[in-house]
Nanobody
Framework: QVQLVESGGGLVQAGDSLRLSCAAS????????MAWFRQAPGKEREFVAT????????YYGNSVKGRFTISRDNAKNTVYLQMNSLKPEDTAVYYC?????????????????WGQGTQVTVSP
């Protein structure tokens, strides 16, 4: 089973960009579909984006479509989330997640492994 460590969060202004990284341990990273979720204070954990094992297929939540891009580098055991045109409502803790199911899914319960999260704060 992989272990996931997120990085790249921080405090930015509205309109800025930020790139999150999620580094996975273990040799089986390419066997997992990956996703990003986020959770704002007092709210449910929300699906952001997902990518399949090869990186050929991606899917995004409506609130980030057109602004965020998920990608992966299987040689580096890393998945990325490029976030552009950030808004204050994007403020949340962002979590990386992995599922052995392979195919992309937006269902939180389908993900087997979670990182510890990284805070993203967007000021007006």
């Amino acid at each position: 089973q992989v272990q996931l460590v997120e990085s790249g969060g921080g405090l930015v202004q509205a309109g800025d960009s930020l790139r999150l990284s999620c580094a996975a341990s273990g040799r089986t990273f390419s066997s997992y579909a990956m996703a990003w979720f986020r959770q704002a204070p007092g709210k449910e954990r929300e699906f952001v984006a997902t990518i399949n094992r090869s990186g050929a297929s991606t899917y995004y939540g409506n609130s980030v479509k057109g602004r965020f891009t998920i990608s992966r580098d299987n040689a580096k055991n890393t998945v990325y989330l490029q976030m552009n045109s950030l808004k204050p409502e994007d403020t949340a803790v962002y979590y990386c997640a992995a599922t052995v199911r392979g195919g992309i899914t937006t269902v939180r319960g389908a993900y087997d492994v979670w990182g510890q999260g990284t805070q993203v704060t967007v000021s007006p």
